[in-house]
């Protein structure tokens, strides 16, 4: 018989909502651990029945440019002590799946996206370099601060220090391009030029990193070191599967981050030309790379996926945050650095883990949670705040608009920072429970995202 879901346990969650009665809890085994994994293809990330010991709570060492092969023996344990331990962490008991075999990620999370519950991990504070998964945060940040239909010329120092080898959208000095444009440039091409441009729009590079820190701090994604908006690999660049979820977890609350990341294809404005007197300017198709969202030669589509954003660079190796939804649970799944040299290996490993999450959730007890940012408190006590994200407009329903790029400035992320009570394939209404309230919340992403066909 399945384990019985939890009731609220932490102050800032479900305090209003009424579960159905708890059934007899089956006795758990010690928490699991196993070692890292190595660079060699054979490794294996199930879980054997150890026990960690718990390391002291303080953070891993300074960031480093080039990680070591295995974590350090301290770690973070923002979110629970054993977050912090090296190894798979995941509770068992009956009725809950082991975990995939041959997973070879230096560090993955499962974690639900609503209730914050941390279903499994492993080495989840790993504080690596992020690659173009960092791109969630520069969003996170900037995008409110834009209307979508702001129009920008770009300039030459617009494009200056990109970093060479760079993703690139294709933007040209001398065009014009709506916000709109860059944002689909961001996620869909991973486009450095357009996190440049936006950047500059947003005071240039040094003051977009300066608030992505802040932000990343007010998230308490506190393994969140950025030296780049575009996470181009720079000497202590780091993030960590964690936080690279609580920061997707931020963005997917806000209107503009969804479509965005959801976005299979889209036209991306060209060059513009004279001819004959008349003035044309032609467009070009831009896919999304999320290999999960479009399908590749070797993968299909994931039933459900919807976002989020993918990374890969010499130092990082690839990298992947994602959100799918399967049977009226939504869970987030980070992935990094596969050790395994396959085609598309980060999202086949990732594709395992929502497997197991999706088989797993209501029957696994959760090995930590997503905390809430700083200032949640402090925003459920103020009516009529608001972060939807959409630039320069009002959540539905709600009233004024927020400027800062903080996810908690919205009653939503009272319940634990949450504030994603979503639904993906529609028709589904999920309660989220706040210090003295409830809300109730869609999130009503595009068709394209619905049970697509491979493409």
Known sequence: MPAPKKTARRSLLVISVVLSSALSSLVLTAPVSVAAPSPSPSTSASPSPSTSASPSPSTSASPSASPSVTPPANMSTVGGERLGMPGAQVNLASGVPVLPKGLSARSWIV??????????????????????????LFAD??????????????????????????????????????????WLGVFLRSGNDAVHVLSQMNDGIDNTVTEMNAHAEELQALDTH???????????????????????????????????????????PGETTKKKGKTTRGSFEIQNTNRLLTGDSDMSVYPGIAGVKNGNTTNAGATFTGVAEQGGKVLLVTVMNPQKEESNEVYKETA????????????????????????AA??????????????GGTDAGGAGTSSKPVASATAETASGGMGIALSITGGLLVVLAGAAFLVNRRWPLPDLVRRRPRP
């Not at 993030?239 to 991306?268: C, H, N, P």
Request: aromatic fraction near 8%.
């Open 111 to 136: 974690a639900d996206a609503e209730s914050g519950d941390v279903l499994a991990a492993n080495n989840a504070h790993w504080r690596l370099p992020p690659a173009s998964t960092l791109k969630m």
């Open 141 to 182: 940040t900037v995008l409110p601060k834009f209307a979508k239909t702001q129009k920008h010329k770009v300039v030459p120092s617009d494009l200056a220090g990109i970093g060479s080898g760079s993703s690139m959208v294709g933007i040209k000095e001398g065009e014009t391009y709506t916000v709109h444009d860059l």
């Open 226 to 268: 950025a030296v780049s908006p575009d996470g181009y690999d720079a000497p202590g660049q780091v993030s960590s599967a964690y936080d690279l979820t609580l920061i997707a977890r931020s963005g997917l609350q806000k209107k503009d981050f969804r479509e965005y990341s959801s976005t299979v294809s889209a036209k991306f």
């Open 352 to 375: 395992q883990l929502f497997d197991w999450g999706f088989k797993a959730a209501g029957k696994v007890e959760p090995v930590g949670e997503l905390v809430p940012p700083k200032s």
């Open 378 to 391: 402090q925003a459920s006590a103020q009516p009529g705040a608001n972060a939807s994200g959409e630039a």
